[in-house]
């Protein structure tokens, strides 16, 4: 079982910057990929960005040159958001899939508004 937790959301102006970090605990392997998505009010949750185990990251169009996925360490991956929109303000939610299975964080809320 694994366990994850989203934090660094919160309310910025448009063009400001977040840094969202997904925390992982219980058993963790070594090969897993990572995923952030996102999900706006009356909006369907979609893929933001995705890190493979070999590093390989993958954007959503509507992010790309301004958000970026990382692993920090072998439990926590990053999101770092610049240049932010309106649009962007959504729960944001971190996804493992390893060979047990997928897991999901309980979400983290970004907010971006003048």
């Known amino acids: 079982q694994v366990q994850l937790v989203e934090s660094g959301g919160g309310l910025v102006q448009p063009g400001g910057s977040l840094r969202l970090s997904c925390a992982a605990s219980g058993t963790i392997f070594s090969i897993y990929n990572m995923y952030w998505y996102r999900q706006a009010p009356g909006k369907q949750r979609e893929l933001v960005a995705s890190i493979s185990s070999g590093g390989r990251t993958n954007y959503a169009d509507s992010v790309k040159g301004r958000f970026t996925i990382s692993r920090d360490n072998v439990k926590n991956t990053g999101l770092q958001m610049n240049s932010l929109k309106i649009e962007d303000t959504a729960v944001y939610y971190c996804?493992?899939?390893?060979?047990?299975?997928?897991?999901w964080g309980q979400g983290t809320q970004v907010t971006v508004s003048s």
């Open positions: 996804r493992m899939v390893q060979r047990d299975g997928e897991y």
